[in-house]
C-alpha cells in the first residue's frame, strides 16, 4: 500500500485543458456563482464541487434550477421532500413545462431566426428550421392534438426517423402534457407493438417509409398493422417522406402544422409524466420506463449545459434514432440553445467515414456516436481529419459501449491531438449519464473522466461494500431526478424494484462492473450480469472485446461463461471473421496469445468457434445473456423476445450449438 507521504505516481493524461478553456467551461462559471449563492466549494475544482453536489443534494439541485431559470409556474414547497429510492419525491408542489423551456429562445428577437435544427439526409445538404418556425409548428400541431381530445396524460406515439417532425411532434405532446413515445421505422411491427401496446396511445405519427443505404424501404404495411393492432387511436398522422398521399382516415401532418398559433404550455406537476423509454427488452416485454416533465429537465440542463458544456453558440449532433434514449437526450439540447443536427440515414453510407462528413457540413461543436463507429473507422483506416474539416469539433463523445483504449488513441491521433474525448456511460434508465464528460478533466485512456454531478457513484464489492481501484458493481445510492417515476403497467412497483434494487434494498444497482481510480475517474467493464468468472476473477466481456476486435481478421466478437451443473466452466469465444479471413489453427494460438498477454491467462476462452455474425439489440448492444440461456438450453422463444433482436436467424446459429453441446 502507498503511504500518504509518497501517493503513486498520476498516469499522463492523453489531453489536457488548457487555462483558457477550464476558465470558459459554464461549468467553472457555475461553481463560482454557486460559492457565492449556495456555499459550494470556491477551490478545488470539479473533484470539490462534485463532493460538495452529493453531500448536500438538495442544495445543488436548487442551485441547478436557479442557475438555468427553471421557470416553476407554481413555487415548490421542497427540493427533496423523499429519498427512498424507488420513490423519491422531487419538487413537490412544482408546476412547469419542459417544451416551453426547449423553446425559450425563440422568445429571444436576436436569436428567433437563427437555426434551432439541422436537418441532414443521405441526399441532401442541412436544411435549416428556425427558432421561430419550431415554435411556431408546435403551437399549431398543440392546439390540433387538443382539438382531437388529447389531455394530458394521454400517450402519443411516434414510428418516426430521426426528422424534423419528430421533434415537433415530441414538443407538441409535451406542451399539452401528453406522454410522448418513439420506435425507429427500422423496427418491425411485432418489436413495435411489444412497446406501443403497453402504453395504449390515442395518436400514431406515422412515415409512409424511410431512406438507409441509398435504398427507399416502404413502410405502408407495418402502418396498416400498427394501426389495426392499436385500437385505442383516436388519429393517425402521416408524414409523405417518401412522397405517398396519405392512406384514408388519417391525417396529413402539413394541415395540422401550418397555423400562426401561439403555443399554450400546459403547466403539469414536476413529476409528470414527459415520456416513455423502453429498455432493450431481450426476454419478455420491453421494460416501458416512464420519466417526468421536471425530473428531465433538471438532469439534461445539468448533463447538457454543465457537462457537455453547450451553449448557443454550439451544434450539437449525435448519431442516434427515435428508437434509442440518445435521440430524446438530443432534442434536449435545444433546453441550452442549441442548434441540434438531425441525421436520418445510414451510420455508414456512403462510405464507413460519413459520419464524419455530417460533423462537417453542419459545424458540429460536439459530436457523439458509438464507440463500435469510431473502431469501425479505425479498422476500415478512416483518416477524419485528412478527409474531412473537423475544425469546429472540440469534442467527440461516445457511448453504447466503453470505448477501447485504441479508440481513444485513434481519436487522438486522427481527429485532433487538442481533442476533448469523453467516452459516457449511463441507460436508458435514467436517459442520462452516471459518468463521463468534464469539460475542466484530464482524459486518461481507456477512463472515463469522473462520475457526474449530483451522482454518488460507487463500485460495491458483493457485501455491499464500496472499494477503489478494484471492480465492482456500480450503484447510485442516492436519487437522480431523471430516475424512472414508474413503469408502465407496475402497479405495485414490483418490476421495477426487481429491476435496480434487488441486490441492495434501497441503493440502485445499474447491473455494470466498474472501477473508480485512486485519481477520480471511472472504467467501465460490461455488464455484470454477463460477466466471465473464472476460478474468482471476474473480467467484462468488454475487455476481452477490446483485444480480440484489434485483430484485424475479427469483424466482431462475443464471449459467454456458462456455468455447468458439474461445477465446471465453459466459456466460448465466437468470432464473425473479416472479409477474406479463415479461422484456422494459427487464427486461434492468435486470438489466445492476444488475451493471455493482454489480459489473463484464466480468460482464455475454452474453444474460438467462428459465426456468422453477433446478434444486437434493436438499440445495437450486443446480445450477452439471452445467447448464454441460449447455451444452457432455454428454448429460443423464453431466452429472447424476439422483436428484440436486429436478426433472428443469428440466434438460431447459437441454439444448433446448444444442441450439439446437450
Excluded at 427 to 442: E, I, N
Aim: with cysteine; aromatic share 10%.
Amino acid at each position: 500500500m502507498t503511504s500518504a507521504a509518497h501517493p503513486a505516481p498520476q498516469p499522463e493524461p492523453l489531453w489536457q485543458p488548457d487555462s483558457d478553456r477550464i476558465a470558459a467551461a459554464r461549468i467553472t462559471r457555475f461553481q463560482a456563482w454557486a460559492a457565492d449563492r449556495y456555499g459550494a466549494p470556491a477551490e478545488g475544482g470539479y473533484p470539490a464541487l462534485h463532493r460538495w453536489s452529493v453531500a448536500e443534494l438538495d442544495t445543488f439541485w436548487q442551485a441547478v434550477a436557479d442557475w438555468f431559470d427553471i421557470r416553476f409556474s407554481s413555487p415548490y414547497e421542497a427540493v427533496l421532500a423523499d429519498r427512498t429510492m424507488p420513490g423519491a419525491q422531487w419538487f413537490p408542489g412544482a408546476t412547469l413545462n419542459y417544451a416551453e423551456h426547449a423553446l425559450r429562445t425563440a422568445e429571444d428577437s436576436a436569436r428567433a431566426e437563427t437555426p434551432a435544427l439541422l436537418h441532414v439526409d443521405e441526399t441532401h445538404e442541412p436544411v435549416e428550421i428556425s427558432w421561430s418556425e419550431l415554435r411556431r409548428q408546435v403551437g399549431s400541431l398543440a392546439a390540433e392534438l387538443r382539438a382531437l381530445g388529447v389531455r394530458p396524460g394521454d400517450r402519443v406515439s411516434g414510428y418516426l426517423p430521426n426528422v424534423p417532425q419528430a421533434v415537433t411532434a415530441l414538443l407538441a405532446s409535451a406542451a399539452v402534457g401528453a406522454v410522448w413515445t418513439s420506435c425507429a421505422p427500422d423496427f418491425g411491427a411485432r418489436s413495435v407493438l411489444d412497446r406501443f401496446q403497453q402504453v395504449e396511445p390515442v395518436v400514431l405519427f406515422t412515415v409512409d417509409g424511410y431512406r438507409y443505404g441509398g435504398k427507399e424501404h416502404d413502410r405502408t404495411d407495418v402502418v396498416a398493422e400498427l394501426r389495426r393492432e392499436l385500437p385505442t387511436l383516436r388519429a393517425v398522422v402521416h408524414i409523405p417522406l417518401l412522397g405517398t398521399p396519405a392512406p384514408e382516415g388519417t391525417l396529413e401532418w402539413s394541415a395540422l402544422t401550418s397555423a400562426d398559433t401561439e403555443p399554450v404550455f400546459e403547466q403539469v406537476p414536476f413529476d409528470h409524466p414527459l415520456w416513455v423509454l423502453y429498455s432493450s427488452g431481450t426476454t419478455g416485454l420491453p421494460k416501458a420506463i416512464v420519466q417526468s416533465q421536471g425530473g428531465i429537465l433538471l438532469e439534461h440542463f445539468k448533463q447538457l449545459g454543465l457537462h457537455c458544456d453547450l451553449g448557443p453558440e454550439d451544434r450539437f449532433f449525435w448519431y442516434t434514432s427515435t428508437g434509442w434514449m440518445m435521440w430524446n437526450f438530443l432534442v434536449s439540447g435545444l433546453l441550452t440553445g442549441t442548434t441540434v443536427v438531425l441525421y436520418d440515414g445510414s451510420p455508414g453510407f456512403p462510405d464507413t467515414g460519413a459520419q464524419w462528413g455530417v460533423a462537417e457540413r453542419t459545424g458540429a461543436t460536439l459530436f457523439g456516436t458509438s464507440a463500435a463507429y469510431v473502431m469501425a473507422c479505425r479498422k476500415a483506416e478512416v483518416h477524419p481529419a485528412r478527409e474531412h474539416d473537423l475544425s469546429r469539433v472540440k469534442c467527440v463523445a461516445t457511448t453504447g459501449s466503453p470505448l477501447p483504449p485504441d479508440g481513444f488513441r485513434w481519436l487522438h491521433d486522427e481527429v485532433r491531438e487538442d481533442l476533448w474525448i469523453a467516452s459516457v456511460s449511463g441507460g436508458t434508465d435514467v436517459c442520462s449519464c452516471f459518468a463521463g464528460a468534464v469539460p475542466t478533466l484530464p482524459v486518461h485512456i481507456g477512463e472515463l473522466q469522473a462520475p457526474c454531478l449530483g451522482t454518488d457513484l460507487q463500485a460495491w464489492d458483493p457485501q455491499g461494500r464500496a472499494v477503489t481501484g478494484e471492480v465492482g458493481e456500480l450503484v447510485v445510492t442516492n436519487p437522480m431526478p431523471s430516475m424512472p417515476i414508474r413503469f408502465w403497467n407496475d402497479p405495485d412497483g414490483g418490476r421495477y424494484r426487481d429491476s435496480y434494487f434487488d441486490m441492495f434494498p434501497g441503493v440502485w444497482r445499474h447491473g455494470d462492473w466498474i472501477t473508480l481510480t485512486d485519481h477520480g475517474s471511472v472504467i467501465i467493464h460490461g455488464r455484470s450480469d454477463s460477466t466471465l468468472n473464472r476460478q474468482g476473477v471476474r473480467m467484462g466481456s468488454a475487455d476481452i472485446y477490446e483485444v480480440v476486435e484489434r485483430l484485424p481478421e475479427i469483424r466482431e466478437s462475443l464471449v459467454i461463461g456458462l456455468e455447468e451443473p458439474d461445477g465446471g466452466y465453459w466459456m466460448p469465444l465466437f468470432v464473425h471473421l473479416a472479409e477474406g479471413a479463415v479461422l484456422d489453427e494459427s487464427l486461434r494460438a492468435k486470438i489466445k496469445q492476444a488475451i493471455r498477454e493482454q489480459l489473463s491467462p484464466r480468460h482464455v476462452p475454452d474453444e474460438i468457434i467462428e459465426a456468422p455474425g453477433v446478434p444486437h439489440t434493436l438499440t445495437g448492444k450486443r446480445i450477452e445473456v439471452p445467447v448464454k440461456r441460449l447455451l444452457q438450453g432455454t428454448a429460443l422463444d423464453k431466452a429472447v423476445n424476439p422483436g428484440s433482436v436486429d436478426n433472428l436467424d443469428l440466434l438460431r446459429f447459437y441454439e444448433d450449438i446448444a444442441r450439439k453441446r446437450a
